[in-house]
């Protein structure tokens, strides 16, 4: 057998080539997205935004600046875990049996102790506040990803963190609780007795399991009553894409030591952040006339906003406290299927990312969760690394555009970003083996397999 | 507040700088281990080893040979993680409120996803086993980072992997069960009725819990039963020892890019196989004369083998199927207690490790688990990387040196390995945080706390 260990698969930036500064894509759309509507339809302005967001990220939010400087303590955290791996996925392609002009590379944002790409804007979130004056930043966790990320992050910057974690996901993943609670968060199984909202939904049935919109509003409910406590969103948002953006930038340096430029750039999208965080920076490429790269967001059939969605006016979460966006959704009265991959189950999406959609710049496909499972398995034998079940919707898109290249005799280089690691989603993984997992479709309703 | 981002804190390898060598300690002892005995007290030869290793790894176990190359298949898969990170922890220093000649760097082995340092003999031990055309290794885990990284090398390399699971480890850790499951392998709950060991077991108490000694009786009696079959371990032995020592190797290379010396390397130690795979290669380095680095294994007190167990002929499972080796030991029949680090609960140590600490080469020391957890969520806070309970007794330890060393107004450089992540690992967290944690001092038989 022939060993191809000298052949490079890493591709590590040094710690001077982190970027220090993040790409607000806002500068280059086409056409800016439409400005936020108020719950009564009128303009949704910067005050708005302030009873729960500080003036910094509301300030990033509708910039069209093309660069924003990461401040100096901000960088300090990031780089405890940054610049992050880019790595050819040799042992895969061979796993696949791809011939040698189709490469499979892949940016990874699973070494943080939080296990995700929340962490990069997790981070900058608790120091924006911190400086603010805010003491405490409330927030909601379905699947637990971001409110572990904000909990690392306060932890790391002193800030108090307050979770309110929907009641299903509090009484099914204990270890994403006491791995918030390890760094000093206090987390809540929502609804609770704390506020109105909680306790009007405990009144009206007792036994609820909780639901993320409902999360959402009794975090916004603590936020907007206290002057010290703020608010923090993971995903969606543009200054949540603006943090992320610094995958993309690393990306683009890492694949120019690795002497190539991919085709396709693959990520999963959910609210959006990490497939901006990765994409973004590749549309300036573009525009730039650097790069012919395809773009593509991979979504779950079960919950398919970009592919079968409307783009048009919506509010981000079920109980409507926020501002109406102009998104592609499926309603936000949407309740998406229980696949395992709770950070995919949002029935709308980013606004810079739909408008893009919306233009023609960005591709988007969806993909059933049996073939994610089997593509995150397929990946995680050949490479010692276990995805989660949210960053699998892109190995299993990769694993499409690598084989149509095959079939048709040609070349590609593929990236894809794999946004965590799959440790505290074991329990998803064993309904998959043991034959547990169903498949929605929700373009033709069908519940299949 | 100043950023030191610019300040190099990551000493990453490129690819070709992989070690492709394997140092064997054995080369360079000032007097060779003493020969393993039979269970009757005669010599134990290779021949003895034949029914449950192949040839390849008993030549490994006895040579005296320094350098063994390692096989181009086995450097292919190890390089689907390898070169690993070697950080400096300036946040943890910073937190730690160490003075400026004060530094604590960090080498981790958590990132392939079976998530520790066993992966690196998981790996040759599956490959050596497959060239020499077996089919099946059957193998014991208790905590589950050693069937972990079988069942990972196994899915890797193809061979076939059956792993014998402590009961108690079965009912309480569920994620390493499915972990192994998600890579191929067949995970029985220990005493099974597929042996005699475990038959007799169950006849004499159904309702028994499982012990390692039990589950390594079954996994030896599997193997010794089948031609096709072999057994693994994932410590203790020669062999194992020498394929870690890919880690020291590299951390030799990445402080020589940080141009800094060691003063000090720490690791744990259950078995003995983690610390070895750092520290040998730094005692090649010291008879060298390249380095003055002290060499310091650290063990939990309630399990203090190296610090306060007797150096004498001992076998090394309960049952007594293994040789007798020399080694420190408590007695193979010492049950050491529940402490949440189960890769340290181990009544002995490599004879390898036993000889240089009874030829004062290396230097031991015992600490208290509840030091190890508060040591274990400070580092977690600060550098974003949770640790595995095992690896944080390194921490506390390197917590101690540098809080010496600040004391004493004396430079000094602490190089400490990180065997693995604890994601598996959070009931012990909350416990941990809940106050639930008691400690043993085996030296003085007190429960403490």
Redesign the interface.
Known sequence: ??????????F?L???E?P?QWYNVQADLAHPIAPYLGPDGSLADAEALAAIFPEPLIEQEISTQRWFDI???V???????R?GPLNRA??FEKALGLPDNVHIYYKYEG?????SHK?NTAIPQAYYNKISGITKLATETGAGQWGSALS?AG??LGIEVEVFMVGVSYDQK??RR??M????ATVHRSPTTLTEAGRAMLEKDPDTLGSLGLAISEAVEVAAASPDTNYALGSVLNHVCLHQTIIGQEAIKQMELAGEEPDVVIACVGGGSNFAGLAFPYYLRRKEGKTGARLLAVEPKACPSLTHGSFEYDFGDEAKLTPQMMMYTLGHDFVPPGIHAGGLRYHGDSPLISQLVHENEIEATAVYQKDVFAAA?EF???????PAPESSHAIAAAIAEAKAAAEAGEPRTILFGLSG?G??D??A??NY?NGKLQDYDFATGAVVG
Chains 1, 2 share one sequence.
């Open positions: 057998m022939a060993s191809y260990v000298h052949e490079r698969s890493r590590n040094e710690d001077n982190m220090t401040p100096g303590p960088l300090d955290v990031l780089h405890t875990y610049p040799r042992m070494i943080n102790a939080s296990g962490a690392m932890a790391q204990p270890y006491i791995f609670e390890s760094f000093g398995l995680a034998r050949a490479e010692a690394l276990l690691h440790f505290l074991l329990a993984y064993e083996i």
